[in-house]
């Protein structure tokens, strides 16, 4: 049996009084991808980092290729022959792509022998495992699928042998997270090891060969993928039987609450972002858009929820609601009757240095009902909020405590209980689950859901495609602040929905069951 | 879960911050060939062991807690106002005014009279600047500085051209009538057999600075506008998805901020001088930037920082008076004081987090 090609015994790490890792040892076989799946906070960011030399173990060992190594910082770690592709690129953003590639590499004082050099290795790669990319081409330039080639190929120039992707296809349209598996495939035919973190059970399933899954900063289980399924899985991650299909009757849609018509949205740098969309939600009905991050879809959230200004008209419940100037900001919205659940819970949904209680009527803060007399009424409100957390579960249920203390699902559920409860007639809710463990995704889901049943209207924007699938009722596909196709949610799947997202909006190919579009992900824009 | 306790925080940070400063001016003085443990005595006895040195820290305490709570007020919507100054300078204007022109019949009503033009004139000051950085970006530390500069520059003119009586040589006003006289403490507390705060300038404006203290505390964190000033001021993001409007909130506090720092000149020209002079302000408004920041911005903290730096400035006259020890090396103790409870701040708070952090390790 050939030694493992990574091999970890007994990792420890713990920053103040959290234990971020305990006593994890795992081992990868040379030639597999190995992933490793978990919630957020579960340690699995944390073990990489050790890995990669960012952090310092408190105790165990870690072995490459039998051999016990000591990585005390990141050239270490590359020495070791371990390369690291993180969720946000670490690209110097007006650099060529060669340029990029021998940062931190050059051969020498003097660039051009490196750049030569590097430019013929590049073909080499290339050549072998179908990462083409101009070279010569400056990063911003390129799609977000293309940014991720060049950390990878930054991965292999330094001669990487284990290469560790941190939830690689955040950012990616399903089209492009399909050729960077088949990329991934590749590397692994010719011998490299990859360790594949995410939190997406689909993509473990259909491309690793095995997988660790963490709780709590434990390694609870390592598996053959082969010999599970995404039920024990998801169960193994959150410690109890998970609901991953949201259970929903069909929807009956009733009157229209809210009409967009001819939406245009410039933002600040005065680009248009929104490029006249039309769009109707009715009550009683979940509308989902679809879309790669940075097509518009925030920028409608935006102006529906009163804090960017827009063109156009837009009716709420027949009447018009302005767009820009006086009565077009978070307090008007409200008073029509739209609740929001905003994109960036800690930017924006929540003051994170507040407690949890002073969060509960944050937006709402004017309601005449917190009042008593100048002051606000804050025993009341404080009573309110512990009723509110024990109803939605936050946990811990201290409304005493600072925002910033939750983890990022029960940061959502504050958020949720808060816009829920006024009870509006149309919710917006942008990426409800982003950063959300399992676990609290199921509860967020059913949420949503029983406000659609008491029929309200709801308008869901988020990138995860399976979440607009399960969730939706009606599909609408952004794409460069068009909407480039609707469909029923019960009648499409994935891959047109992809195709739709990347601007092509010819799918009679894939609705009939066909493969997608190989070339379809060209023009998809970078991640703005 | 918070790395260390709220009292720790609260209390032993500050405490920990004021003895290293102490240390090092204690060096200091040393240096200069005298002994520190005297130079301490003199400080105690002549601020805080007879009630005439109370008289005096408190009425300099009087002062900072007027402009710490304007600086902390601002600071709650992450508005640095070091424009304090001026706006005490104006404010003095517009007791000046109130004084000299309205034909007051008690002191009770002058009081309340000079403090709404100090408070006007104060805000007013500060919504120039708050306008420019609300619609136009002019960022505000460097628009409220201009606008001390500005400030001096008027009321020197003021004084100079309009409000120096005729034949007068130095450029103040007359002296403001006797029906606007406040209460010293010495009227106040003196018994016939017992004279207490023997001359002292402490008068019954720090009964008004306690009374601002409360007012900005219930403003704070018991009222609506004290709650959308705070949430701008952590995140204006989300403020926006509030809607809670930047421009208003940015000139509001603003405002009461300028107000604040306004009424401080009623403890000065008011309670002390009694007509207006050039510079009475005797730059307290600078000194509300150290008494917020080692007050935390919360009003009670201010008025133990104000009571804490009140006494450094009567202490400090006191060893000017007494010892060879320069005025200018109680600056210097106070830098200190200011470099180590404001900017060295983390210097204390980071190891002691650890150690907490590590005592509850032990106790878990």
């Known amino acids: 049996m050939t030694a493992p090609a990574i091999e970890l015994k007994g990792i420890s790490k713990a920053f ?189 399933m259909e491309y690793t060969d095995t997988v660790s899954v963490m709780r709590r900063g434990e390694m609870t289980a390592t598996v053959k993928t082969a010999e599970t399924s995404p039920e024990h899985l998801a169960e193994l991650m959150v410690g109890r039987k998970v609901l991953l299909r949201v259970d929903k009757k069909p929807a009956e849609p009733g009157a229209t609450v809210l009409d967009i018509k001819g939406l245009r949205v410039v933002d600040e740098a005065g680009v248009e972002r929104v490029k006249g969309i ?164 199921e509860f967020i889901h059913q949420q949503v859901v029983n406000l659609r049943d008491q029929g309200k209207a709801i308008l869901l924007v988020s990138v995860e495609l399976e979440e607009i699938l399960s969730l939706a009722d009606r599909v609408v596909v952004m794409f460069d602040g068009h909407i480039t196709g609707e469909r029923d949610a019960a009648q499409t799947n994935e891959k047109e929905l992809g195709l739709l997202m990347a601007g092509i909006t010819d799918t009679s190919a894939v609705a009939n069951g066909n493969g997608g579009n190989d070339n379809s992900t060209q023009e998809v824009p970078a991640d703005g | 879960m918070d790395k260390m306790p709220k009292w720790a925080d609260i209390v032993l940070i500050p405490l920990i911050s004021l003895l290293l400063a102490a240390f090092f001016s204690a060096l200091v003085i040393l240096a200069i060939g005298e002994n520190p443990i005297e130079a301490l005595k003199l400080m105690v006895d002549g601020a805080l062991m007879r009630s005439s040195g109370w008289g005096y820290t408190l009425y300099y305490a009087t002062n900072f807690i007027f402009t710490g709570l304007a600086v902390s007020v601002a600071f709650h919507a992450r508005l640095f106002n070091i424009g304090g100054e001026g706006q005490a300078m104006l404010g003095g204007l517009g007791v000046a005014l109130c004084c000299l022109y309205v034909p007051w019949p008690h002191w009770s009503l002058a009081i309340l009279g000079a403090s709404v033009g100090a408070a006007l004139f104060g805000a007013l000051w500060a919504l120039i600047p708050a306008y420019l950085q609300a619609k136009r970006g002019s960022h505000i530390v460097i628009t409220t500085i201009m606008f001390n500069f500005i400030a001096a520059a008027i009321l020197n003119y003021v004084l100079v051209e309009l409000l120096r009586p005729v034949g007068a040589m130095d450029p103040a006003s007359a002296k403001f009538p006797d029906a606007t006289h406040l209460p010293s403490f010495q009227d106040m507390f003196s018994t016939e057999g017992n004279k207490m705060f023997r001359g002292a300038p402490a008068n019954v404006t720090f009964f008004l600075a306690l009374a601002a203290s409360v007012f900005v505390w219930l403003l704070m964190w018991r009222t609506k506008l004290g709650y959308q000033i705070r949430a701008f001021g952590h995140s204006e993001s989300g403020a926006l998805y509030a809607g809670i409007s930047p421009v208003r909130i940015t000139v509001i506090a603003m405002l009461i901020s300028g107000a604040l720092a306004g009424m401080m000149s009623v403890n000065t020209t008011m309670g002390e001088s009694e007509r207006l002079i050039l510079n009475s302000t005797e730059g307290a408004g600078f000194i509300g930037i150290a008494v917020a920041l080692m007050g935390r911005n919360h009003p009670f903290g201010v008025l133990l920082a104000a009571i804490l730096f009140g006494f450094l400035y009567q202490g400090g006259a006191e060893l000017a008076l007494w010892t060879s020890i320069p005025r200018e090396l109680i600056v210097v103790i106070q830098a200190l004081v200011i470099l180590f409870t404001g900017a060295l701040d983390n210097m204390v708070r980071e190891p002691l987090e650890k150690l907490f952090i590590a005592m509850r390790r032990r106790n878990a």
Do not use: C
């Open chain 1, 16 to 204: 103040g009084p959290v234990q971020a890792n305990k006593d994890i040892s795992i081992s990868v076989q040379p030639g597999t991808i190995h992933g490793i799946i978990g919630e957020n906070g579960a340690g699995k960011s944390t073990l990489m980092s050790i890995l990669y030399g960012f952090y310092k173990a408190d105790a165990g060992e870690i072995f490459i290729k039998g051999q016990k190594t000591l990585i005390p910082d990141s050239q270490a770690a590359i020495r070791a022959g371990i390369g690291m592709v993180f969720q946000h690129f670490k690209l110097v953003e007006n650099f060529t792509v060669l340029e990029n590639i021998i940062l931190g590499a050059e051969e020498g004082a003097m660039l051009n022998s490196s750049l030569g050099n590097a430019r013929k290795e590049l073909k080499h790669l290339a050549e072998e495992y179908g990462l083409n990319v101009d070279p010569d081409e400056v990063i911003e330039n390129l799609s977000v699928g293309h940014q991720q080639r060049v950390e990878i190929l930054k991965a292999l120039y330094r001669k990487a042998e284990i290469l560790i992707l941190d939830e690689p296809t955040g950012v990616l349209t399903p089209a492009e997270a399909d050729q960077l598996f088949r990329i991934l495939d590749r590397l692994r035919e010719e011998g490299k090891t990859i360790i594949l973190i995410t939190h997406k059970l689909r993509e473990i």
């Open chain 1, 278 to 441: 039309d769009l109707t939600v009715r009550a009683g009905e979940i509308v989902g858009i679809a879309g790669v991050a940075g097509n518009g879809q925030s920028e409608l959230l935006e102006v529906l929820g009163g804090f960017a200004d827009g063109t156009g008209t837009i009716t709420m419940n027949g009447e018009a609601i302005p767009l820009s100037g006086h009565g077009a900001d978070g307090q008007a919205r409200r008073a029509a009757g739209i609740s929001h659940v905003p994109e960036d819970r800690q930017r924006e949904g929540l003051i994170m240095e507040f407690a949890a209680w002073e969060n509960t009527v944050f937006g709402y803060h004017h309601s005449p009902e917190i009042q008593n007399g100048l002051l606000m009424d804050n025993k009341g409100i404080y009573t309110e909020a512990e009723a509110k957390m024990q109803r939605f579960d936050v946990r811990p249920p201290d409304p005493k405590l600072a925002a910033k203390n939750f983890s990022g699902g029960n940061q959502q559920k504050i958020v949720l209980a808060r816009e829920i409860e006024r009870n509006p007639d149309l919710l917006l809710i942008g990426q409800p689950t982003r950063g959300v463990d399992i676990g609290a995704i």
